[in-house]
């Protein structure tokens, strides 16, 4: 490549600064403009400057969700784990230096007197110039397949949360250890998370089961960790749900007992 | 069978100091606090569902869209650092990346049917102008967009609040790529200066 091609090559991405505030690039284009932000302290500086201006637009548009998606986002908080913060190594590695620019955080003032929410742009946006570095600083800390795979996780949880007849449930031992529970009847979906049961020894993993009072239990999958189990095809008549360690790979039928086990009835099965 | 303690309602922040509670918040969110979740729904799920409705337009659609994205709050939360910016603001970019991400989902399934119209019938672009509701920020952003000339303000709203890319802003508006990334980037110094910038 001739340095007149590099230049002509600068430039376009140059050029490409403000639809990217604006996320008005194609993935493809999105990268590679992340890529080239490495390297190209005027686009870091121009990007953080847009940034701040394109989310001003939003500010505007603030409306009441349906208040049954209360009800669906805080009852799916409460079986859902989180994300630990990413270890400070790796996010001074993965952080060029550029994306923060050399001026220090903005300081934060408090309000003085009370004011809404959305109007002062000035003072609302003075933090914000950092804002699409947070996004990069989520984005590197994870590959790139991690983070496809907990956004498909996430669709298929806000499938079921969509559904009118979601219900959750939770039980907690004298340990502390928990079994949650989000499902919707109606799709015959749920999804279940299993905290404090660590400790599994090598080769052995936790097999979710769906009992039914007549018949042999249905494997619904493995836990993999605290990751939640997103599961398809439970029919009205089951009546619980039970989890049994089972050795890697699983087993087609339990061959241990329990270690807990939750009823389906609250959540609307069987009735 | 409800949640005990999970009653309905509207998420549109109010009182004082929110800005800051915002950010307060989803420092106790990191830590698992369910309570300041509640409250931190309580004062951003307005914006946020209000954000994802402009680009999503579908009821449902948008909001399963922002579902997931005040789930994802919930879930990387820990990865907020309250020293290099706002949550409001993280939030809402988070929010407009998920629903851009949504909507152009939806139009590449539909995409021949969406040319098709778009050959019969060349709508009219300035949405914006047209859905003034009541409110001092709303006003101001409004004003500030009627500034603009209009082809500044045509590529800032098809990208921002319609979720196209800026490729598709030119076809639509018949203009050379170019000249789209200039107005975008003129149309958002013009925003800057208008709604008094922090330069």
């Given at each position: 490549?001739s340095?007149?091609d590099?230049?002509?090559r ?9 639809p990217y505030a604006?996320?008005?690039?194609e ?5 590679r ?7 190209c302290e005027?686009?870091?500086?121009e990007?953080r400057a847009?940034?701040e ?5 939003a ?10 998606m209360r009800?669906?986002?805080l009852?799916?908080v409460?079986?859902t784990p ?12 993965q952080?060029?230096p ?9 300081a934060?003032?408090r309000?003085?007197?009370?004011r809404?929410l959305?109007?002062?742009?000035a003072t609302?946006?003075?933090a914000?110039a950092l804002v699409?570095?947070?996004l990069?600083?989520v984005q590197?800390?994870?590959?790139q397949d ?13 499938r079921?949360l969509a559904?009118?007849d979601?219900r959750?449930?939770t039980?907690r ?11 919707s009847?109606?799709?015959?979906r ?6 404090g ?8 993993v ?6 039914h009072?007549s018949g042999?239990p249905r ?11 997103v599961?398809s095809g439970?029919?009205?008549?089951a ?6 360690v ?6 087609a039928?339990p ?8 009823a389906l009835?609250?959540l609307?099965?069987g009735? | ?14 009182g ?5 509670e ?17 409250d ?5 799920s307005?914006?946020?569902f209000?954000l ?5 337009r579908?009821?449902a ?7 997931e ?8 939360a820990?990865r ?10 993280w939030?809402?970019?988070?929010a ?8 152009r989902s939806?139009?590449a ?8 119209a778009?050959?019969?019938h ?7 102008t047209e ?10 952003v409004?004003r500030?967009?009627?500034r603009l ?8 709203t098809?990208a921002?609040y ?9 076809e639509?508006?018949s203009?050379?790529?170019?000249t789209?990334k200039t107005r975008m980037?003129?149309g958002l ?10 330069a």
């Amino acid at each position: 490549m001739s340095v007149l091609d590099r230049l002509l090559r600068r430039e376009d991405l140059h050029s490409l600064a403000a639809p990217y505030a604006l996320d008005a690039l194609e993935p493809a284009e999105r990268l590679r403009f992340e890529r080239h932000l490495d390297g190209c302290e005027l686009c870091a500086a121009e990007v953080r400057a847009l940034s701040e201006d394109a989310v001003r637009l939003a500010w505007s548009t603030a409306a009441p969700p349906p208040t049954a998606m209360r009800d669906r986002v805080l009852a799916a908080v409460r079986t859902t784990p989180q994300m630990s913060a990413p270890e400070p190594e790796r996010t001074t590695a993965q952080l060029p230096p550029h994306v923060w620019g050399t001026r220090p955080p903005p300081a934060r003032v408090r309000a003085s007197r009370p004011r809404p929410l959305f109007v002062p742009f000035a003072t609302a946006t003075a933090a914000a110039a950092l804002v699409v570095a947070s996004l990069f600083a989520v984005q590197a800390g994870q590959a790139q397949d991690r983070l496809d795979a907990e956004r498909a996780q996430s669709r298929e949880i806000a499938r079921v949360l969509a559904a009118p007849d979601t219900r959750a449930t939770t039980d907690r031992d004298a340990q502390g250890r928990s079994i949650g529970v989000i499902a919707s009847v109606s799709q015959g979906r749920a999804i279940v998370t299993l905290s404090g049961y660590d400790g599994l020894a090598g080769g052995h993993v936790h097999q979710l089961w769906l009992m039914h009072p007549s018949g042999q239990p249905r494997s619904l999958g493995l836990f993999d960790g605290d990751t939640p189990l997103v599961t398809s095809g439970l029919d009205n008549s089951a009546t619980s749900l039970a989890v049994t360690v089972e050795p890697a790979g699983g087993s087609a039928q339990p061959t241990t007992q329990p270690i807990v086990q939750l009823a389906l009835k609250s959540l609307g099965f069987g009735e | 069978m409800r949640m005990p303690g999970v009653t309905g309602r509207a998420g549109c922040g109010r009182g004082e100091g929110n800005r800051v509670e915002a950010d307060e918040l989803l420092v106790l969110v990191a830590g698992g606090d369910q309570k300041a979740f509640e409250d931190l729904y309580a004062l951003v799920s307005g914006p946020v569902f209000g954000l994802v409705r402009r680009v999503v337009r579908d009821p449902a659609q948008s909001e399963e869209v922002s579902q997931e994205v005040l789930l994802e709050l919930w879930r990387s939360a820990a990865r907020f650092d309250p020293g290099r910016g706002s949550a409001l603001s993280w939030i809402l970019t988070l929010a407009h990346r998920r629903a851009v991400d949504r909507v152009r989902s939806v139009r590449a399934a539909g995409e021949r049917e969406q040319r098709e119209a778009r050959r019969a019938h060349h709508p009219a672009f300035d949405q914006v102008t047209e859905e003034v509701e009541a409110g001092l920020e709303r006003e101001w952003v409004r004003r500030c967009l009627d500034r603009l000339t209009a082809l500044q303000r045509q590529s800032v709203t098809l990208a921002y609040y319609d979720g196209y890319t800026y490729r598709e802003v030119a076809e639509r508006l018949s203009l050379p790529l170019g000249t789209v990334k200039t107005r975008m980037r003129d149309g958002l110094t013009s925003l800057r200066k208008c709604l008094g910038g922090v330069a």
